[in-house]
């Protein structure tokens, strides 16, 4: 793994608002330092730390930064997933959320549970969106100025 790729993930361990160690993080990531297993190893460890530190909001960014490089079919979908799972059951972002789950599902075609995954927010996305439209509408009339 490439010097300034550990260099930036180890400043993000000791100040995770650090935004020079992200930018420096995103631009190896860009670069392909430590490609291949190294990267995303090194990768996957610092996700796991910042999750037990509860950084979900860096948990996602150092997904995209991975994102961003390009990697092989089979590491996308699982950073995708990665991602998305964070986005749905921590930040409670549905929208950023099942993009990733649909972008993963055109990489894994035959991946049922991510199917499933997909319908249930869209599902629920759906009812809210209803529930909000009466409230909004039965609201209309009762304002006053």
Not at 37 to 48: H, K, Q, V
Not at 55 to 74: H, K
């Amino acid at each position: 793994m490439a010097r300034a790729l550990e260099a930036a993930l180890l400043a993000l361990r000791r100040t995770p608002a650090s935004a020079a160690a992200l930018a420096a993080v995103r631009q190896a990531c860009a670069a392909r330092e430590g490609a291949g297993e190294g990267l995303g190893l090194a990768l996957d460890r610092a996700r796991a730390h910042h999750a037990t530190a509860g950084n979900w909001e860096l948990v996602v960014a150092l997904c995209d930064a991975e994102l961003a490089g390009a990697p092989d079919a089979s590491r996308r979908g699982e950073v995708l997933l990665a991602a998305a799972e964070v986005l749905e059951d921590e930040l409670l972002d549905e929208v950023r959320a099942l993009a990733c789950f649909e972008e993963a599902a055109a990489l894994r075609p035959d991946d049922d549970r991510l199917g499933r995954t997909i319908a249930r927010i869209r599902l629920v996305r759906g009812s809210w969106e209803r529930v909000a439209e009466k409230y909004v509408e039965g609201g209309r009339g009762r304002c006053r100025p």
